[in-house]
Nanobody, 124 residues
């Protein structure tokens, strides 16, 4: 099983930026496709962004497209989520997820390994 630890969350004003990091251990990171999901208070967990094992293919939720960027550094076993132009509706706990596959997945059920999450709060 892949262990995942997120960091980088916090409180930011609307329009601001944050960069989330997720450090992986326990397995060969470069064999895994990675995803970011989020869960707002009182809502279900939803897809945010995904990145293939090669780093070539990406997918984004419509709500974050052109504002968020997912990337990875295989030498550091880390996946990032750069979040720009943040809005109050981006407030949520953000989770990193991993799946050993060459495919790009957006479904929650496709991922077996999850981090504990990091809180992002965007004020008006």
């Amino acid at each position: 099983q892949m262990q995942l630890v997120e960091s980088g969350g916090g409180l930011v004003q609307g329009g601001g930026s944050l960069r989330l990091s997720c450090v992986a251990s326990g397995r060969t990171f470069s064999n895994y496709s990675m995803g970011w999901f989020r869960q707002a208070p009182g809502k279900g967990r939803e897809f945010v962004a995904a990145l293939s094992w090669s780093g070539v293919s990406t997918s984004y939720a419509d709500s974050v497209k052109d504002r968020f960027t997912i990337s990875r550094d295989n030498a550091k076993n880390t996946v990032y989520l750069q979040m720009n132009s943040l809005k109050p509706e981006d407030t949520a706990v953000y989770y990193c997820a991993a799946e050993r596959t060459t495919l790009l997945h957006t479904a929650i059920t496709a991922y077996n390994d999850w981090g504990q999450g990091t809180q992002v709060t965007v004020s008006d």
